[in-house]
């Protein structure tokens, strides 16, 4: 009878640990909101770090999906609207939706640095990079700031410098012209006499 006793103790000992990870388990996910975040972010942020809190309860905000969902919609409707010309040419729609294109980057990129300092990058379980649409948007966001890092360095053509004697066409030669067209006077007497003869 006291071996059946003892033979059961550690198995009660074992639903009680159980109990208590659960326990434990169900107050971290409700003091996260049901997403696990790592003890640091980034190797510098704990959950402590009053910029984290500000970053989680940031995207957390419902407020905050919303706006990024409205950004989304917008960010299509304008990739619809744009309208692509051959030879770099353009209209003023597709002017103003490039300017709007820096609009939705700086956008995107602000939710993908709060996301990362929030849930931390790729290390940790629940990471930033560990959910696929993350990926997609972290992509996109990189492609974005990359290909506006190699417009600020492409050269800015210079017109060509107008040509140092630049004159106004008129119906008259230009004086200096005029000087060396004019005929250099000849000495009389170096004439032949025909031309002299002409003369008189």
Not at 51 to 72: D, G
Not at 169 to 196: F, H, L, Q
């Amino acid at each position: 009878m006291a071996s059946n006793t003892e033979a059961a103790k550690p198995i009660i000992m074992n639903e009680e640990e159980l109990k208590r990870k659960q326990r434990e388990k169900l107050k971290k996910l409700q003091a996260t909101g049901g997403n696990p975040r790592p003890a640091r972010s980034l190797f510098l942020f704990n959950l402590k770090n009053p910029f984290r809190k500000a970053c989680i309860n940031i995207v957390e905000w419902k407020t905050f999906e919303i706006i990024i969902l409205l950004t989304i919609f917008a960010n299509c409707v304008a990739l619809a609207v744009f309208l692509p010309m051959p030879e770099d040419d353009t209209n003023n729609t597709n002017l103003n939706l490039e300017s709007l294109e820096y609009i939705f980057l700086v956008i995107f990129t602000l939710e993908c640095f709060l996301k990362i300092v929030a849930y931390g990058f790729v290390f940790h379980e629940g990471a930033y990079l560990r959910n696929c649409w993350n990926i997609l948007d972290f992509v996109i966001v990189f492609m974005g700031l990359f290909t506006l890092f190699m417009d600020t360095r492409r050269p800015i053509p210079v017109p060509p410098p107008a040509p140092a004697a630049a004159t106004v066409v008129t119906g008259r030669p230009d004086p200096a012209v005029r000087r060396k067209k004019r005929p250099i006077p000849t000495v009389p007497s170096a004439r032949g006499p025909s031309e002299a003869d002409s003369g008189v």
